[in-house]
């Protein structure tokens, strides 16, 4: 018990350090006006290894790091607390979605079976698959809620400034987030599946 504790936390310090170094890296990569959340991808993982409230953790990590990287200083400067809340909130409840997406499958039983060897095996990869899509799914979608709340006559702003003219909703979906989300969604769909898996094959071994 005191040993698998001990391989928890561990864990769980290797995954902050990466999800905090993926933040800062990924908030050179741009598509439209904000950064690529390439953090995602060891939320995901963590979740699926260390149970929801590791990857809500992980999550929250993300959200401070969004901070200091300073991809939240353009809503700050607008509205402090709205800022907060949302990229709060979006973080940490990606990370906890995730984690119990993965567990609630596991517990259903929801797995793929595969052929190998001549052997019939079960594998997770559709409970990570479906985290996967889970965690860009509500990351976006609280962001979204937090502009429409908190900023949407700096968004109008944009919107028109876009082209879009008075066509906020359309603008938010496909000019303010469209690009990151389904970058987001098809790495992390592909990526996060491979990664848990070797993870495991390794723990095995």
Same mark, same amino acid.
């Given at each position: ?26 908030s050179f ?32 990590v993300f959200?401070?790091? !969004? ?5 939240? $200083?353009? *809503? /700050?400067?607008?509205?402090? &607390?709205?800022?907060?809340? %949302? #990229? ?45 899509? !889970? ?5 976006? $979608?609280? *962001? /979204?809620?937090?502009?429409? &709340?908190?900023?949407?006559? %700096? #968004? ?49 071994k």
């Open positions: 018990m005191q040993n698998s504790k001990t391989r928890t936390v561990a864990g769980l310090g290797l995954f902050t350090a990466i999800v905090i170094v993926l933040q800062f890296l990924g990569i741009k598509f439209g006006p904000f950064s690529i959340s390439l953090v995602l991808i060891p939320i995901v993982v963590g979740a699926a290894l260390y149970g929801f409230w590791g990857g809500a953790w992980l999550g929250f959200s401070v790091a !969004v901070f200091l990287s300073g991809d939240a $200083g353009l *809503f /700050l400067a607008v509205n402090p &607390l709205g800022t907060i809340l %949302t #990229v709060i909130l979006k973080g940490t409840l990606a990370g906890l979605a995730a984690g119990l997406v993965y567990h609630w499958l596991g517990k259903k039983e929801v797995y793929l079976k595969l052929t190998v060897g001549g052997q019939e095996k079960w594998s997770t990869d559709f409970a990570v698959s479906l985290a996967a899509i !889970v965690a860009p799914v509500v990351n976006t $979608g609280i *962001f /979204l809620i937090g502009c429409r &709340l908190f900023f949407y006559e %700096t #968004v109008a702003g944009w919107a028109e400034a876009s082209g879009f003219g008075d066509h906020v909703v359309r603008y938010m979906f496909l000019g303010l987030v469209g690009g990151n989300f389904l970058f987001e969604l098809l790495v992390n769909l592909i990526l996060s599946p491979v990664i848990v898996r070797l993870i495991k094959l390794g723990q095995k």
